[in-house]
Nanobody, 115 residues
Framework: QVQLEELGGGLVRPGESLTISCVAS????????MGWYRQAPGQERELVAS???????KYADSVKGRFTLSRDGAKKTLYLRMNSLKPEDTAVYYC?????????WGRGIQVTVSS
C-alpha cells in the first residue's frame, strides 16, 4: 500500500516562506504524477502544483512565480517551496500521487498565513 506523509506545515506571517515535504513509501519515479492540492475552509480542494514523471512542473495561476516544486528521488520526497505567502494561501495541503488509474493521498498538513 502506497503511503504519503506530509511534513513541515505551520504558522507563518504574510510575506514569509515555508517548505513542505511529501515523503513517499515508494520510489517517487514510480508515479505518473505527483503534486500538491489544498483545501481552505468552506472551499473545494484545488490543485496547487503537479509534476509528471518526465515533464516540467505545472502551477495554478494563483501560485505561479511564488511556489516551486522539486523532488529528491533518493529521499523519496516531493517538496513545495512557498515564497511570498499570503493569507489566502491558508489551507490544508495534501500530497497527491497517481499511477495509472490509482490515486493516493496523504492525510494533509495545515499551513496558516496570518499576522
Amino acid at each position: 500500500q502506497v503511503q504519503l506523509e506530509e511534513l513541515g506545515g505551520g504558522l507563518v506571517r504574510p510575506g514569509e516562506s515555508l517548505t513542505i515535504s511529501c515523503v513517499a513509501s515508494e520510489n517517487i519515479f514510480f508515479f505518473n504524477t505527483m503534486g500538491w492540492y489544498r483545501q481552505a475552509p468552506g472551499q473545494e480542494r484545488e490543485l496547487v502544483a503537479s509534476i509528471p514523471v518526465a515533464d516540467s512542473p505545472k502551477y495554478a495561476d494563483s501560485v505561479k512565480g511564488r511556489f516551486t516544486l522539486s523532488r529528491d528521488g533518493a529521499k523519496k520526497t516531493l517538496y513545495l517551496r512557498m515564497n511570498s505567502l499570503k493569507p489566502e494561501d491558508t489551507a490544508v495541503y495534501y500530497c497527491h500521487a497517481r499511477v495509472a488509474s490509482r490515486v493516493y493521498w496523504g492525510r494533509g498538513i495545515q499551513v496558516t498565513v496570518s499576522s
